[in-house]
C-alpha cells in the first residue's frame, strides 16, 4: 500500500476534489449519458461541507477525499473519490473500515449512491451495504452498523461466565 494519510478539509481543498470527481466518475457518466463537464464539478462545489470531509493525502499530494455527512436517520458516505493511479492499493478500503468503525461504535446506519455499473459498488458490497433502492442512473445502498463483538478477557478467572462450578 502506498504511504497515505488523511486529515480534515478545509475550503482551500474544494477545488481539488471538484477536479478529482470530474476525472474519477467521467468514464461512468459518459457511459450513462451523464456526462457534463461543468455540472460535475458544480455538483461536488454544492454539496461540499469541509466539517464533515477528510483529504487523503498520499507523498504529499491531493490524493482523494471523502465525506460522512450527518443526517436525521443515518449518515451519507459521500465524495469519496481517490486518484485513479491510487485505485485498488487498499487506501480506499482502510479509508472506508475506518469510518464504518466508527459509525459501528456509534451505532449509526451508513447510506450512499453510487453510479449504476460502477465497479465502486464492489467495495462496498464487501463492507456490507446492501440495495435499498435504485433508479436509471443511481444505486441507493444502506449498512448497519455491525453488532459490538464483546471483548473476550485473556484469562478466564474464578466465577468468569463460562466457568463451570
Known sequence: MAD????PASAADIEAAAELRAVVLRADLERLGR????????RLRDGFAPAHTWVIESAGAF???VALRPAEDAHWLEHFYLAPHLQGSGIGTAVLRGLLGQC????ILVRLNVLRGSPA???????????????PVDVFMVRAPAPAVPEVPARLGHGAPCEKS
Request: charged share 45%.
Open 121 to 135: 459498488r464492489r467495495l462496498y458490497e464487501r463492507h456490507g451495504f446492501t440495495l435499498e433502492t435504485e433508479d
Open 4 to 7: 497515505w494519510e488523511i486529515r
Open 104 to 107: 459501528d461504535r456509534e451505532g
Open 35 to 42: 456526462y457534463d463537464e461543468q455540472r460535475v464539478r458544480q
Open 63 to 65: 490524493a482523494g477525499c
